[in-house]
């Protein structure tokens, strides 16, 4: 090797690594499931109006809603609804949909749709995972259409 070709061939050894190693870091960084992506944030944010409106709307209604989750089976969680109106009365007939996401892995939701079950509805969703699960809720009875959200804790097994 000539004697001036060292300096050269280091700088393009340290060049080579650092590229090589910036790439393995955004693989990674890409590969990590905890990592969560808004499925099409363009189209939420352009509907942003609109889902305030309808929040506030749900609001109005007066509606009530408590949701319970527990252990149908392992991997099955049994979710229970309980929905009153600003009165007090159970709200019946309606359509009940939940779509709930871990918050360790927001990229893999699960959704189902509840079956009325005397003044509850109750729906099997497949929620392997322990922890906290973001459940989103739609009813819809009528012409009247509510939304809401509820965190769960899911405990590990005893």
């Known amino acids: 090797m000539k004697k001036g ?3 050269p061939i280091g700088v393009a050894v340290v060049l080579v690594v ?6 393995y870091v955004a693989f990674l960084a890409n590969d990590d499931p905890s990592v969560s992506v808004e499925s099409d944030y363009y189209q939420k944010a352009v509907r942003f109006d609109a889902d305030q409106a309808l929040q506030r709307r749900s609001e109005r209604l007066g509606w009530r809603l408590v949701l319970n989750a527990t252990t149908a089976a392992p991997g ?7 929905l009153v109106d ?3 009365a159970p709200v019946r007939g309606a ?6 996401r871990a918050v360790a892995r927001g990229n ?15 729906a099997t969703l497949p929620m392997v995972r322990r922890g906290l699960w973001d459940v989103g ?12 959200a509820r965190r769960l804790d899911l405990p590990a097994a005893p």
């Open 5 to 7: 070709l060292q300096w």
């Open 18 to 23: 650092t590229v090589a190693a910036n790439i």
């Open 76 to 82: 099955q969680e049994l979710l229970t609804a309980s």
């Open 86 to 88: 600003s009165t007090g």
């Open 95 to 100: 359509v009940v949909r939940f779509t709930a």
């Open 108 to 122: 893999d939701p699960v959704s189902g749709t509840a079956r009325e079950d005397g003044d509850h509805y109750v």
């Open 137 to 148: 809720v739609e009813i819809v009875r009528g012409s009247d259409r509510f939304v809401t």
